[in-house]
Structure formats: structure tokens, C-alpha cells
């Protein structure tokens, strides 16, 4: 359950970039994993006495995100993440599926008529609807 695993893993990735013995932290998620990132890092108290980031890159394969509530969460994580990339597409099935469920469109699904592109410099969105069928998950 994401919402029970969320604090605790932003405590372990407190622990981790406060232990002085880790010098870059690079993180991938997919799917649900994604919103667990995500919420977890948003939750954290980051020590920006120094302005540096704990986190040196982000990676977001198809997040299963809110993308109405993103926008709210994107310079908390600007500020804790180096570099952020969200792989996204049109065609994700699985997130159209969920966003039917759940009644709001999901980060990696980007929905047509929205931009896949976000308002922040260390955000990239990489839209890959038309990558070939061998490539894409389906």
C-alpha cells in the first residue's frame, strides 16, 4: 500500500542522504512506485541550509501520479531532486484504465489536449507515444 509505505520510505531516504557515506542517490520508479517517490519525497524535511539536492536524478517511467495535484508538488521536488525525467505516453492503457477509475488523469497517461511538458527547468517530460509497438510497454 503506497499511502502506508510513503513516510517510511522517506525516512530510509532521509537516513541514506544524511549518512555522509552516500554521495550521489539516483532513483527509478514505474507506475504506482512512481507516486510512492513522489509522495515521499514531498513529505520529506529537507535540510536546504547548503541548497544542494539529495537526490542527483529521478526517473518517472509511466507514473501513476495525479496530474492535477502534480503542478503542487513540482517545486518541492525541484528543490530535493537534481534532474527529474518522467517518461510519458498517450497509449498507456493501464493508466487510462486507472484514470477511468479514479476520475482524474494520471501523470504518465497525459491525456490529448494536455501538454506532457512541465513549467520547471530541472523537469524534462519525454512523450513516448509513437516510440515502435517492439518498445513500448503494453
Known sequence: NVIWASPHFAEFLEKVVSSGK????????????GLL???????????ASNGVPMIKNL???APDVDLDLFPAMEKKISEAVDRTTIYVSREDRVLRSTASLVGSPRLGEVPTGRSPLLRIDTIDGLCCTNLSEELRMK
Open 37 to 47: 517517490v513522489v509522495d515521499a519525497i514531498f513529505r520529506m524535511s529537507w535540510n
Open 22 to 33: 552516500v554521495e550521489r542517490v539516483h532513483i527509478i520508479a514505474s507506475g504506482l512506485g
Open 59 to 61: 526517473i518517472l517511467v
